[in-house]
C-alpha cells in the first residue's frame, strides 16, 4: 500500500494545471527573465519567487512551479542562468561557477520587486523557495530583502554572520540531508540556533538517511522517495500558515 501511495504522489506531482508565461523584468541596469505561473481567479493573491537548482529552469523547476500556481500562489520561476540549462553536471558547475553572487541576488531582488508592483500580488505575502544552489540564494534573498515574508531553503548553503542574520525578517523552513557532506548537519543546527538566538523564527528538519538533492527524482542515487514527500507537505503547510489569509 505504501508504494501504491508514494506511486499516486508521483504522478499527481507531474499533473500541474497551470502553464508559464515567458517574460523579462529590470535588474539594475540589465534585463532578467523567468517563467510567471499564474493561479485562476482574480486576487490579489501571494506569491512565491522560485529558484532553480544548478541545473537551471528545468523541467522539475517548471513543475514546482507550476504546482505553487496550482495552490493559489502567482509564481515566479527566475532564469538566473538566462536562457541556459545544463544537461550533465560539468555543464552545471561550469554554469553556476559562472553565475556572479550580486547578479544572482540582484535578479532576485528585482524579481520580487516585479511581483510586489503587480495588482494580482499581496505585496505583504511573497515568499521564496529554492533547491540546492537556489536554496542558498533564497536564503541570500532573505538577506537582501526584508520585506520577504517566508523563505524555504532545501539543501542550501546557509549564512552565518550575525550581521546578515539580523537582516532577515522573513519565516524560515529548511529542509537538509544528514548525510550532505556539503551542508552538513553541524551547520545546519548551528544556523537555526544562531536565528533562534536571535529570536528568529526557524523550523529546519535534517533527514537523517539522506544525502544532497533528496527531493529530486532526476537525482537516480540520492532520490528519497518519502523524505521527498515529507518535505514537499512541510513547504506547502509552511506556504499556507505564513502567506496565506
Known sequence: MKQVVLLLFLVASTCFGATPQAITFPSGSETASGLLYLPTGPGPHP???VI???WGVVDWIKEQSSRFADEGY???AVDLYRGKTAMDPEMAHELS???PQDQGVRDLASAFQFLAKRKDVDAKRIGAVGWCMGGGYAAQLAVAEPALRAVAINYGALPT???ALEK???RVLGNFGGLDHGIPPDAVQGFANSMKGLGKPVDVKIYPDAG???ENPSNKQGYKPEDAE???KRIQQFFVQTLKP
Open 47 to 49: 506569491a512565491i519567487v
Open 52 to 54: 532553480q537548482e544548478w
Open 74 to 76: 502567482v509564481t515566479l
Open 97 to 99: 561557477r559562472g553565475l
Open 161 to 163: 554572520d550575525k550581521a
Open 168 to 170: 532577515i525578517h522573513a
Open 212 to 214: 544532497h538533492a533528496f
Open 230 to 232: 515529507d518535505a514537499q
